[in-house]
């Protein structure tokens, strides 16, 4: 058995197809607006959807991975991010999502390792601080419940935005991280500033689990009244969340090995990790 097929059993595809169909048959198309917002001299441009409910409704700041927002033509949104919208906006939540990469003339950088990419997760914490101060200027944003959620590189820019370590950091309610990379975070003080769910894949190759776990004990020792949440899954890929199969992309490098690195979703880890972001979004929205 070969480790793709480890991870999507052939009760795991079927799961994963009727996913496939059920994305494709929900209603409505998400309604995204772009607008702008400047950090630090750059102009950033995001992507607004808002839920339709009237009044200050609460509002999730998405962070892209490091594919970024766009499929391969370079303008539509990626259906992961639809998808999430559109799940978050049918429960009265605003969705923002700052494009870092394109709003600086570049692409995916998934396959440059850490030290070639001028785009850093530094880069990106100034854009999420930037967002934040957009939000609380919109009648329509209640500015007590905004919550980061990032995927991967994401992930990684929201664990970082989110140090109260640091002289400034983000003011939210809570922030959610799917599989980010944590090995940089170990090398400094850590503390978290709000509520974290940090949802991990056992066998991620990518970002792999064990350097996010020891951060979650580090913060939980120093912080032993704040909310930190660590769910890991057995069994997934970096990307479990996702509607694709499992695949090895060999022209990644930095993962644990050299060679590849595998990528794809595992349905019954996406249907828990959807639940328990449910849970956690009901207990800092209510």
């Known amino acids: 058995m070969t480790v793709a097929t480890r991870f999507l059993r052939p009760a795991a595809a079927l799961r994963l197809a009727l996913l496939l169909l059920a994305a494709a048959l929900l209603p409505g198309a998400v309604q995204a607006e772009k607008v702008e917002f400047d950090n630090d001299g750059a102009r950033i441009t995001a992507h607004w959807l808002p839920a339709t409910a009237s009044g200050a409704r609460p509002v999730i700041v998405a962070l892209h991975g490091c594919g970024g927002l766009y499929r391969r033509d370079g303008a539509t949104l990626d259906s992961r991010y639809t998808e999430y919208a559109a799940r978050f906006n049918g429960e009265g939540i605003h969705v923002l999502l700052p494009d870092s990469f394109g709003s600086r003339g570049s692409g995916s950088i998934c396959t440059l390792r850490a030290g070639e990419r001028r785009i850093t997760v530094e880069t990106r914490r100034g854009d999420v601080l930037a967002a934040l101060a957009w939000l609380r200027q919109r009648p329509d944003v209640d500015p007590k419940r905004i919550v980061l959620l990032g995927w991967s590189n994401g992930g990684s820019t929201l664990l970082t935005s989110l140090n109260s370590a640091r002289a400034t950091h983000a003011d939210v309610a809570g922030a959610i991280a799917f599989y980010p990379g944590c090995a940089a975070l170990l090398k400094q003080p850590y503390t978290a500033a709000a509520p974290l769910l940090m949802l991990l894949g056992a066998a991620d190759d990518w970002t792999p689990p064990e350097p996010c ?74």
Do not use: C, I
């Open 213 to 286: 776990e020891r951060l979650m004990a580090r913060a939980r020792q120093a912080q032993p009244a704040q909310d930190l949440v660590l769910r890991t899954y057995p069994d997934s890929a970096h990307g479990f969340d996702r509607l694709v199969p499992v695949r090895f992309l060999s022209d990644v490098s930095s993962g644990v090995n050299p060679a590849g690195v595998h990528v794809g979703g595992n349905p019954q880890a996406r249907g828990e990790a959807l639940a328990e972001v449910d849970r956690f979004l009901e207990k800092l929205l209510k």
